[in-house]
């Protein structure tokens, strides 16, 4: 039977078309980013009549327990929890860090200083108890140390605390687009917790019908042209009916058996089923298919509003201190900013790092870091924004903005011993260019005699002779009669100056002492000795 000419015509034009498509697929899934979802958040529509009823009265509440002041200063709204604005609150005891902490809320009901005109590059922080450590003093977080570590360079900035304890990924876009937008940020810093799918708040994503939802090419001419209705998919709460789910997931993906967990990733693999419902839930493959929408909403307000989106994961203690790298939610969120062009920091190396040679504690519990950890946290925040987003330069911090944490942060010199320790534990290492960056910060914080004389002795090693000197000069200044300093200095005379007489007057002091160093002890008894 002899096909008609005008259905073998229709036929190779179906296939034809089919093949364009096809290849037009596979060419917008090489080149181009996943196309934006439509989403939309549920947002508590009377936040500002609730935030305007809080600041009518101020409130402040004398030492409490941390549950007990939970339950005083923390809000349920339709879209998650907040804190009361402008309060006031003094705990003892924190159940975390055994510390009694002073605990302030503005008329936003952030942990942050009231919110002024803009001066300098605003980088508002959103995130859940890691951010707000509620545990530490507000100097000690994360968030204002990377403000501190800002203001000794040429792009210091502002940084707001919007984390609020127990929030999720969804509720913390609620804060943002409730107040934090209000506070026009440059940079938004979402601070993405391995728990964050948990509880979240009811959300819609647009879905596309059947197998439509899955091309880039029709989500593309969608958003181009409205062409095909697109409906409204309620995504709702995770809660204990979950549990059995994921659990068979976990177990037939991960296989998880008992062990070490520090040792065997299989052992890994069981502490995540332990806890699937808090931060073992971020190893679901099913529950990032569900959720990756919200990164996609974030992207939109990030173009909407103006602001530069920047994603931090934080990771667990047990991912930090584990002898393999076990990184599956990380490498999750990075293949989602990939997509979104969102820079995204990934913590866990960082710590892992340093984790190898620091003997403190960088954590209280499995995930929340003490100020050493925040410190550090920040120090990794500050390098990675100072790399990936667009910061103003200014000649000065405001006085105003100075004022409101330079005498306490000042207060933690625990700042200045940790500088120094790494700084020395990175010169015995020879890692120069790390001590140099370490004994500069200690010494912005605040000059002594010990971090002047390493500092002297980095520059020698790498022979930077007039740099030495200045700093063993300055460290004699503090302590005119200090031994080390003279020892170092009278080598550095007679090495790099050839100046013996200044060498020996030096090493005269400490060697008659008998407390100068066998280098200097050889040197002294060649040069100097009649």
Known sequence: MRIPNFLKNLLLLLVSISLAFLLAEGLARLLLPAPPRIVSLQKDEKAQQRLAQENQEYREMPLLEHMEYTGALVVNTPTGRRLRAN?????????LSQRDIEFRTNALGYRNREIGPKQLTRVLFLGDSITLADYVEDEETFV????????????PVETINAGVGGASLTNELAVLEETGLSTKPDVVVLGFYLNDFNESAAFHVGRLPGWLNQSYVVWLVVKSFSLVKIEMEERGRFG?????QLKEEIQEHWKPEAGDPLQSRSAFYQEVEKTI??????WSTSLWDYMTPTFFHFRQLADTHGFQPMIMVLPVKLQVEAEFIEDFPQQQVKAIGKQLGIPVLDVLPFLREVAKTESAPLFYDHCHPTPLGNQLVAENIWTFLQDNVSLSKASQVPEDLRNTVSEQAKAFPSRVAMYFQRAYH???????????RDLERSLSLQPTVQSHNLLGLVYMQQGFAEKALSNFEQALKIEPDNIHVLNNRGILFH???QDVSKACADLTIACVQNQCSAEALTLFQQKCVP
């Open 240 to 244: 204990p009916r979950s549990l059995p």
């Open 426 to 436: 990175n010169f015995q290492q020879d890692n120069y260019d790390q001590a140099e």
């Open 495 to 497: 090495d790099f100056y």
């Open 277 to 282: 419902m808090d931060w073992g839930s971020a």
């Open 144 to 155: 204002k140390q990377v403000e501190l570590l800002s203001w000794e360079t040429q792009t």
């Open 87 to 95: 309060s006031h609150v003094k705990m003892i005891n924190h159940n």
